[in-house]
C-alpha cells in the first residue's frame, strides 16, 4: 500500500489506471480508482492518491508543461481536477505504451515524438471520456467479478476456454462482458498479469528463463520467450541484462 499527498503539481499531469484498485482524492472530490479511470491535475490542484486495498495498481502518467497543451485540456473534456472514465481503454493504453517505446529510442527524435503522441492521447481522451463515479451496472458487477477471479489465478489458468469452465460462462459471453467495459480481453489480461510476474520473478535473480516459463503455464519457454518479448519488446534475456546493468550502475 501506498499514499501520495500534493497539493500541486509544477506542470500538467493525466494518469491512466490500467488495473487494479485505489483510491482518489481530487479537489476535494474523492473516486474510486480502477481499470480506465483516468484523471489530470495540474498546478494548485490539490490531490491524493492511495492504495488501501492490497490490489497494487498499474498505472501510466505523463507530465508536461506548454501553452498547447493547456488549450487542448481546456478544449477537450479531460481536465485539471476532473477524474473521467476512458470507454476505450485499449487504444489508450496503446497510446500510452507507444509514448513510452517512443521516448527511449533515438534521443534526436524522440522529444518530438513524444510530444505527437501526448497530442493524441489528449484528442483521443477528448472523444472517449465518460464522468468516473457513475453507478455501477450487472454487467460492470460481473466484469469486475470475473476480472478478479483471473487476478487471483493468474499462474494457473492457460487459456480463454480453461478461463470460461472455471466461470461457468461461454467463452463469447466472457470476451464480450470484458469488451463492454473498455478491457482487453480476458486472454490478453491474463497474458498481462503473466507477463508482468514473469518480469518479477526474473528480476528476483532465483529463477532461468525456463523455470519462469513452467511457472507460469508455459510448457514451450520458447513460446514463452516469443510472449514476453511481445509485451515488452525484448526478449527475457535482454529483459535481465539491463537489469542488472541498472542495478549495478552501469
Known amino acids: 500500500g501506498y499514499r501520495v499527498e500534493r497539493n500541486g503539481f509544477p506542470c500538467f ?9 485505489g ?9 474510486p480508482l480502477h481499470a480506465g479511470v483516468v484523471f489530470c ?31 487542448l485540456l481546456r478544449a477537450g473534456k479531460l481536465q485539471p481536477g476532473q477524474a473521467m472514465q476512458a470507454n476505450d481503454l ?42 468516473s463515479g457513475r453507478k455501477a451496472t450487472p454487467v460492470d458487477s460481473r466484469f469486475h467479478a470475473w476480472r478478479d477471479f483471473i487476478d487471483a489465478n493468474f499462474e494457473s489458468l492457460r487459456d480463454l476456454e ?13 470476451c464480450r462482458v470484458f469488451q463492454q467495459n473498455g478491457s482487453p480481453g480476458p486472454f490478453r489480461h491474463l497474458t ?3 507477463m508482468t510476474r514473469a518480469a518479477e520473478l526474473l528480476a528476483s535473480g532465483r529463477h532461468q528463463v525456463k ?14 520467450s516469443r510472449l514476453f518479448k511481445n509485451h515488452f519488446g525484448q526478449s527475457p534475456s535482454h529483459f535481465l541484462q539491463g537489469f542488472w546493468r541498472t542495478a549495478n550502475g552501469a
Open 41 to 71: 491535475y495540474g498546478p494548485r490542484v490539490s490531490h491524493s492518491i492511495s492504495n488501501p486495498s492490497g490490489r497494487p495498481m498499474t498505472k501510466y502518467f505523463v507530465d508536461f508543461f506548454g501553452t498547447e497543451a493547456a488549450d
Open 90 to 131: 485499449e487504444t489508450i493504453r496503446f497510446l500510452f505504451e507507444q509514448l513510452i517505446t517512443e521516448g527511449a529510442k533515438d534521443p534526436k527524435h524522440a522529444a518530438a515524438l513524444c510530444a505527437a503522441y501526448l497530442r493524441v492521447i489528449l484528442l483521443k481522451l477528448s472523444e472517449c471520456v465518460t464522468p
Open 192 to 194: 498481462r498479469r503473466k
Open 162 to 174: 480453461e478461463i470460461a469452465k472455471e466461470l461457468n460462462v461461454r467463452p463469447a459471453q466472457l
Open 211 to 224: 523455470e519462469v516459463a513452467g511457472l507460469l503455464g508455459y510448457d514451450d519457454p520458447y513460446h514463452f
Open 13 to 21: 499531469g493525466i494518469e491512466l489506471v490500467a488495473d487494479g484498485t
Open 23 to 31: 483510491k482518489l482524492k481530487l479537489d476535494g472530490h474523492s473516486y
